[in-house]
């Protein structure tokens, strides 16, 4: 199994910063993709950004250019740099990960909370 935390959520100002971090239980290289999602209150959850594990790198375009999604190999973590962040940033933002090596495949974090006030 793959176990998922995420950390670094919490309230900010409009046009602020907040960096997410996603500590993973296993090798990062045994994982196809790393991916952050968001869901607001009342609506769907939704793709933020993706990374895999040939460094494919994809954004949603209502982040593009102000969020970055990294990894550190080393520590088996994947991060999300949030810049110029707007209320509608408000969300639950969710870490997940694609591996088809493990039986279960898809695995999600707990969320971690990011509320942008205006």
């Known amino acids: 199994q793959v176990q998922l935390v995420e950390s670094g959520g919490g309230l900010v100002q409009a046009g602020g910063s907040l960096r997410l971090s996603c500590a993973v239980s296993?090798?990062?290289?045994?994982?196809?993709?790393m991916d952050w999602y968001r869901q607001a209150p009342g609506k769907q959850r939704e793709l933020v950004a993706s990374?895999?594990?040939?460094?494919?790198?994809d954004y949603a375009d209502f982040v593009k250019g102000r969020f970055t999604i990294s990894r550190d190999n080393a520590l088996n973590a994947v991060y999300l740099q949030m810049n110029s962040l707007k209320a509608e940033d408000t969300a639950v933002y969710y870490c997940?990960?694609?591996?088809?090596?493990?039986?279960?495949?898809?695995?999600w974090g707990q969320g971690t909370q990011v509320t942008v006030s205006s």
């Open positions: 296993r090798s990062i290289f045994s994982i196809n993709s």
């Open positions: 990374i895999t594990i040939g460094d494919r790198i």
């Open positions: 997940h990960a694609d591996a088809p090596a493990y039986p279960t495949r898809y695995f």
